[in-house]
């Protein structure tokens, strides 16, 4: 006589329940490190904020840091894809245009999308990194792996023959002006809007970076 037939276990499901679990928990720990900030959340709240428990946060992200590090990074992606950012469509299609000018003004538009993204938690960790040695280490990689990014689009923006100034002081002005900080005086403060402040951040690095 045949035994009973055993299901064949299917983990599409849990796997399923799984990543949903991480994206609750993501936007969770994002909006609580920027309206509470990320000092004084705990990993107690971001589960009671995202409906999980906090044993299901400590066994997907380990400990705040690493949550931290993994909202930054989806928050910058704008998705939860491993996929980086100099990798994805909208940024290989920028380095395709030959025209300087039309690349950065195209690269404006595109850095006002990720300032809106990103630029309130930027500032959070910001405030954070005084008093907190794991958000200060943070926030000194975050700055690196920016300033990394901005030296490509340099040396890429040199290799075109347009650039009216030395590699390293596009990559430097670059830099200063892409960590959020001009975003949020000019839209949240100013009340600019986000087309008029990408028009306008397009303008000032065509000006200053272009062969006239």
Known sequence: MNGPVKRRYDSSRRQEQARENRRRILGAAHELFVTKGYGRTTIADVAAEAGVAPETVYAAFKNKPALLRRTWDVTVGGDDEDVPLFDRPELRALFAEPDLRKRFTAFAVFNTATMRRTARLHLAVRG???????????????????LVAMAGHARAAAETGQLAVAEDECRDVLWSTTDGTLWHQLVERREWTDERYAAWLGRLWVASFVVA
């Open 128 to 146: 954070a990194a005084a008093s907190d040695p794991a958000a200060a280490e943070l926030l000194a990689e975050f700055e690196r792996q920016r």
